[in-house]
């Protein structure tokens, strides 16, 4: 069999169960929307009025006052079995790229210090 064939059949495989991990995102959304709710240094990202998210990546997101302590979470969190992981590093932070020319990213600094993404495999439903 062709290696395309394979990936064809896959790829159909996996988008007839789409609707069901669609739905077990938003069923593990939910449950750590409950899980963090008494937490007001932390914000889940949640979708925005009038969209409708498909939660494929379960972020965290830590208020500027306890950004200082993400480290320290992501450390904890592993230790005990929890896969959590920074959100990226900015582009112009990667050697190939720390001589080009980038804006301030005042935002972009401001999030990549705060973010922290949570597991968010369909398994854990």
Not at 45 to 66: A, F, G, M, R
Request: glycine share 2%; charged share 20%.
């Amino acid at each position: 069999m062709q290696h395309w064939r394979l990936n064809a059949a896959l790829g159909c495989a996996q988008f007839e169960q789409l609707p069901s991990f669609l739905d077990s995102k938003r069923i593990l959304f939910n449950r750590y929307k409950e899980a963090f709710r008494n937490i007001s240094q932390v914000d889940l990202y949640s979708e925005p009025e009038s969209s409708h998210s498909n939660y494929w990546l379960q972020t965290l997101i830590l208020d500027e006052s306890v950004s200082n302590q993400k480290d320290d979470v992501l450390e904890t969190t592993i230790s005990h079995g929890i896969m959590t992981r920074p959100a990226w590093t900015l582009l112009h932070k990667l050697s190939p790229f720390q001589d080009c020319h980038h804006a301030q990213l005042k935002v972009s600094k401001s999030l990549e210090r705060r973010i922290i993404n949570l597991p968010s495999s369909v398994s854990l439903v």
